[in-house]
């Protein structure tokens, strides 16, 4: 059974530019949120999906967008990309409130 | 601004001994908390959730929830040096998966 998938690994962007995350939840996993990390601090929710619709959302400017698809995956849009989106960004996927579960992360570094 | 708070670390512990990790949270609608365990470069893996009052124990793992104080705690027994990681503690809402985390405590496990 794969756990949460989530690419690409590693990327390096350029102020401006814009970049999209991907995520493939647990199977059998219906929601997913997605997280940013700074070094040496805990993950910050950005928002969370479900049945396709934005179902909650922490405090990150629109420049951070999101989508979900049919098959429950989703991706992270970020645009006009600042040196201080640098970051490991991760997806979480989950069934119940019991059972949430971390991809590996995408460390984004912007230069 | 619902936090979660943690004691800052970092924690060293000798092997075989108890690791002590703590956490309070400042929201009192959080219903479930959880423990990950965060090693150098890599994303948090679940190592428990508890929900009620009173100790749930996993292994070596024990997780203790005191709502009335708002107070979480993690107690690792038999500490080994594949323990030394970076501790983070999260909680969660009635109604939604969105977790809100503390910044982690750093514990090593000396040999």
């Known amino acids: 059974d794969a756990g949460v998938t989530q690419s690409p690994t590693h990327l390096i962007k350029t102020r401006g530019q814009q970049v999209t995350l991907r995520c493939s939840p647990k199977s059998g996993h219906d929601t997913v949120s997605w997280y940013q990390q700074a070094l040496g601090q805990g993950p910050q929710f950005i928002f969370q999906y479900y049945e396709e619709e934005e179902r909650q959302r922490g405090n990150f400017p629109d420049r951070f967008s999101g989508h979900q698809f049919p098959n429950y995956s989703s991706e992270l849009n970020v645009n006009a990309l600042l040196l201080g989106d640098s970051a490991l960004y991760l997806c979480a996927s989950s069934l119940y409130r019991d059972t949430i579960y971390f991809g590996e992360g995408s460390w984004l570094t912007v230069v | 601004q619902k936090e979660v708070e943690q004691n800052s670390g970092p924690l060293s512990v000798p092997e075989g001994a108890i690791a002590s990790l703590n956490c309070t949270y400042s929201?009192?609608?959080?219903?479930?908390f959880f423990w990950y365990r965060q090693y150098s470069g890599k994303s948090p893996e679940l190592i428990m959730f508890i929900y009620s009052n009173g100790d749930k124990e996993d292994g070596r793992f024990t997780a203790q929830l005191n709502k009335a104080s708002q107070y979480v705690s993690l107690l690792i027994r038999d500490s080994q040096p594949s323990d030394s990681a970076t501790y983070l503690c999260?909680?969660?809402?009635?109604?939604?998966?969105?977790?809100?985390f503390g910044k982690g405590t750093l514990l090593t496990v000396n040999p």
């Open positions: 929201d009192r609608g959080s219903q479930s």
């Open positions: 999260a909680a969660s809402g009635s109604s939604n998966y969105k977790l809100t």
